[in-house]
């Protein structure tokens, strides 16, 4: 067994100026391969278990916490300062405009957070809550006071480690042995994320979209809902094919955990790919999925890629998206599709990671008779670039195209019933906590 160290060496801490509770509670990181990091506690006050993963983005730590790909995660933060404009509201309208939540999901969805600085104090306009109090009620445990650059460091080189947050007396307490750790990714976490009935956003849109939860964040289906669609989410088993002849695209969205856990997805949209001749776009998950029905495998990366500044250069032309140009994204992914030559027949990369050279989209080809698109990174952003949001745009513009050669007064193929939706998918309501000076 890897020996086992405590890293606390007195003339490299820093100085830790908004992180002045004296209440907190010890804390250390654990990681599997043998590390330990020390520092002190602040949201709930428990320890748990967690795959240990690094964001590179610079803001919108409250957009990353509710991420449902970030299910299972021990999120380490590399930027030093988190929590300076504290926690908005997560409560919006339901109508054509937004979805009912402010975030990415209702909750936060990673299982810790780990951050070199925690702001006690926070300013922003917005703001009902500091990230102690939001972590707190979510009983979400977080640690600061630690060398986050270290830890990614470690991460970087020996890719994504299990990892364990202990806090109070737990943190006096031997690191656990290799055998205790949990690994999420041994788990279905898409089923735990996904919707579990059919609901209904945005009725009156003049087109459309089913939607294939594997944890879709908000701003995805609401950036569907702004231009002008309406969506229909369903669970991310569903077999589409009973009601495909009702809807005029279908959404795959991003998720958290191994693709290789949506096999019934996938095996489902083979027989949607074949029979069905209208739009498909997916993202991340939806991404993957759509990549191992048309028979690509998906291989887990070394730490994966999760930031606001991952560059990836276009191989084709569609739409908005030109051949040749380099495009800045958000991205929050583990696993990959791999290259491969030759393509399976009817399809080909879209996009390449400037960085790692890895997948970063598929298409089907012109040839194909289809209009299939797959990107790992998420053009909705939220947080992150824009730079490839009108792929929304494109794809409504070829569902609407579709729609008008399409006589929807005949019934469905396969005879199937209708859907029948919620009006809208329950939320929790975030407490309101007053700000203080």
Not at 127 to 149: F, K, M, N, Q
Not at 302 to 329: C, D, E, M, W
Not at 420 to 435: H, S
């Amino acid at each position: 067994m890897l020996s086992r160290t405590i890293i606390r060496n007195a003339r490299l801490a820093r100085g830790f100026a908004t992180h002045a509770n004296s209440t907190s509670l010890p804390a250390v990181l654990h990681l599997k391969t043998g590390q330990s990091f020390q520092g002190r506690s602040f949201g709930a006050p428990k320890s748990i278990f967690g795959e240990t993963v690094f964001s590179t983005s610079i803001t919108s730590y409250t957009e990353s916490m509710t991420d449902p790909s970030y299910r299972g995660q021990i999120l380490v933060f590399t930027t030093p300062l988190i929590g300076n404009y504290g926690v908005p509201l997560n409560k919006t309208p339901i109508n054509s405009h937004d979805v009912g939540v402010y975030l990415e999901s209702e909750r936060i969805q990673c299982s810790a957070v780990v951050v070199a600085d925690v702001a006690e104090k926070f300013s922003h306009y917005l703001a009902v809550e500091s990230l102690h109090s939001w972590c707190d009620r979510y009983g979400v445990p977080g640690i600061t006071g630690v060398d986050t650059r270290a830890i990614t460091t470690l991460l970087r080189d020996q890719g994504t480690t299990l990892g364990r947050l202990a806090v109070g007396a737990d943190a006096s307490a031997a690191a656990p042995v290799a055998s205790e750790y949990w690994d999420p990714t041994t788990e279905n976490l898409v089923a735990q994320v996904s919707t579990k009935e059919p609901y209904v956003l945005n009725p009156t849109g003049d087109v459309k979209i089913a939607v294939l939860d594997f944890g879709a964040k908000a701003n995805i289906v609401r950036s569907l809902v702004r231009r002008g669609a309406a969506v229909t989410v369903l669970p991310w088993n569903y077999d589409f094919n009973k009601i495909r002849g009702q809807y005029d695209g279908l959404f795959l969205s991003n998720g958290p955990g191994d693709p290789n856990h949506c096999m019934e997805a996938a095996l489902h949209l083979r027989k949607t790919l074949a029979e069905w001749d209208r739009p498909v776009f997916g993202i991340c998950m939806g991404h993957q999925v759509i990549g191992i029905a048309a028979g690509l495998d998906a291989y887990r990366m070394t730490f994966g890629n999760r930031g606001h500044n991952q560059p990836v250069l276009a191989l084709a032309s569609s739409g908005s998206i030109k051949a040749g140009r380099v495009y800045v994204t958000s991205q929050n992914h583990q696993y990959a599709l791999k290259l491969q030559d030759p393509f399976p027949r009817g399809w080909e990369p879209f996009f390449i990671n400037c960085n790692d050279s890895s997948v970063e989209g598929i298409k089907s080809t012109a040839d194909s008779g289809r209009k299939v698109w797959g990107v790992q990174f998420h053009p909705e952003s939220a947080g992150g670039p824009l730079d490839t949001i009108e792929m929304f745009t494109d794809f409504l513009a070829e569902c609407r195209a579709h729609k008008l050669l399409i006589n929807h007064s005949q019934p469905d193929v396969t005879g199937a019933t209708t859907v029948q939706p919620l009006l809208k998918r329950e939320t929790v309501r975030p407490v309101a906590v007053a700000a203080t000076a």
